[in-house]
């Protein structure tokens, strides 16, 4: 397994650089330093390696504390995602893989309806605890937010805008048509919610890309904290709290 997960976060490293066109498995093996008999045996072509790609940005989410509602939670799938995809190159390739419309040999649907299928879930536990609006219908906020976010994060690439302040900005114009009005005062969805929701409340976490709560960290060769790292700054965030 360590050997797939090397080739699937040197492929991202290709695709987030390069796209889906112009990556070359000679460059992932490389960056993975491994044999391409080694990434057939995991991955029958570029295509199966992309969709794995692909396939990481809903199968690796981490699993968020609970809330005390589930509107927080919510709330809180779209802030993470936000700093996971600073923090994290194979999230922003997969994003990005999902984004190009010239790989009509990818399944790029299948995020969406993951994330929608997730929503939904939330928010229908949510009604039925009466967090919600009455009238709300959960899957319109749902796929308002899955459909919303997407094209945030496409614009905020193209303006070189703060993705965490655009989401941040989304759920709390949103969230208060939606929640009742007792609960969507309550809400954290401030910037820097998604390491707060991952690391507590002081949101401390390894950093090398400058974040307000980020700690400088020594990076590894792929650029990023090592998971030890990043597991016990965790721990102690949450241990603090």
């Given at each position: ?18 796209g889906y066109e112009a990556a070359k498995l000679s460059d992932i093996v490389n960056i993975a330093r491994v044999t391409k008999g080694a990434l057939y045996f995991h991955f029958d072509s570029k295509e199966h390696l992309a969709q ?190």
């Amino acid at each position: 397994m360590r050997t797939r997960q090397a080739i699937l976060e040197a492929a991202a490293v290709v695709f987030e650089e390069r796209g889906y066109e112009a990556a070359k498995l000679s460059d992932i093996v490389n960056i993975a330093r491994v044999t391409k008999g080694a990434l057939y045996f995991h991955f029958d072509s570029k295509e199966h390696l992309a969709q794995a790609v692909i396939d990481a940005q809903v199968a690796s989410a981490p699993n968020a504390a609970p809330q005390e509602y589930k509107v927080q939670e919510f709330v809180d799938i779209g802030m993470i995602f936000s700093h996971r995809l600073r923090h994290d190159s194979l999230m922003r390739a997969s994003a990005r893989l999902t984004l190009d419309q010239t790989t009509l040999s990818l399944d790029r649907a299948s995020p969406y309806a993951a994330w929608i299928e997730l929503h939904v879930s939330l928010m229908t536990e949510a009604k039925a605890r009466g967090e919600l609006m009455p009238t709300v219908d959960p899957v319109v906020p749902s796929q308002l937010i899955v459909g919303s976010y997407a094209g945030l994060n496409m614009m905020s690439q193209m303006l070189d805008l703060d993705l965490d302040e655009q989401v941040s900005a989304l759920y709390t114009h949103v969230m208060p048509n939606v929640v009742v009005p007792s609960l969507a005062i309550r809400l954290d969805t401030a910037p820097g919610r998604g390491a707060r929701a991952l690391y507590g409340p002081q949101g401390t976490h390894p950093c090398t890309y400058g974040c307000a709560s980020g700690v400088p960290v020594l990076a590894t060769g792929g650029g990023e904290p090592g998971p030890r790292v990043i597991a016990e700054a965790g721990a102690g965030a949450v241990a603090g709290a």
